[in-house]
């Protein structure tokens, strides 16, 4: 079965930075397109950010370019996000995702 | 590509057949995805492609459509189907989007 495990997330000042890291296991990750999902509390589902399987491609949400850099590293089953200037709308469970399978989110409160 | 469902909330009785509709603001072709959210938990993926069935998803859910307008069909609501279901575009050379949401509640 798919796994994709999220962590990384915690509470953070405005402008601070975070880095959330997804392991992936249980599938060929190299061979997947990879996105990053957010969900702000009780409001829906907003894509973040997407990396091709070969990092060549990378595309974001205008509410995080800019701000967020996504990544991946195929050697170590693992998807990144690096969050930087943080805002109070940018508090959300963020989700690893590749199409059909989600993980199980971490949570991200930007608040002073 | 904006997603826009309706009705953004719906309650039914157990039995009821139920219809959940998704309009794309420019074509999709064959990929939409349906999901179903329960509180707390990620989605989980129902339908793929319009209309295929995900692995251990019940028979009772359904999808079809093409082009901008598509719909899930519950044929007969059980008590384990309320949560909120998203439409979802995934074409791979555009940005994934999601319709708004319908939250279906069991009466």
């Known amino acids: 079965e798919v796994q994709l495990v999220e962590s990384g997330g915690g509470l953070v000042k405005p402008g601070g930075s975070l880095r959330l890291s997804c392991k992936a296991s249980?599938?060929?990750?190299?061979?997947?397109?990879m996105n990053w999902v957010r969900q702000a509390p009780g409001k829906g589902l907003e894509w973040v950010a997407s990396i091709t399987s070969d990092s060549n491609y990378i595309d974001y949400a205008d509410s995080v370019k800019g701000r967020f850099t996504i990544s991946r590293d195929n050697a170590e089953n693992s998807l990144y996000l690096q969050m930087n200037s943080l805002r109070a709308e940018d508090t959300a469970v963020y989700y690893c995702a590749r199409h059909g399978s989600w993980g199980q989110g971490t949570l991200v409160t930007v608040s002073s | 590509n904006q997603m826009t469902q309706s009705p953004s909330t719906l309650s039914a009785s157990v039995g009821d057949r139920v219809t959940i509709t998704c309009r794309a603001s420019?074509?999709?072709?064959?990929?939409l995805a349906w999901y179903q959210q329960k509180p707390g938990r990620a989605p989980n993926l129902l339908i793929y492609k319009v209309s295929i069935l995900e692995n251990g998803v019940p028979s009772r859910f359904s999808g079809s459509g093409s082009g901008t307008e598509f719909t899930l069909t519950i044929s007969s609501l059980e008590p384990d189907d309320f949560g909120t279901y998203y439409c979802?575009?995934?074409?791979?050379?555009?940005?994934?989007?999601f319709g708004q949401g319908t939250k279906v509640e069991i009466k």
């Open positions: 979802q575009q995934y074409n791979s050379y555009s940005p994934w989007t």
């Open positions: 420019q074509s999709v072709s064959r990929w």
């Open positions: 249980e599938f060929t990750f190299s061979t997947y397109n």
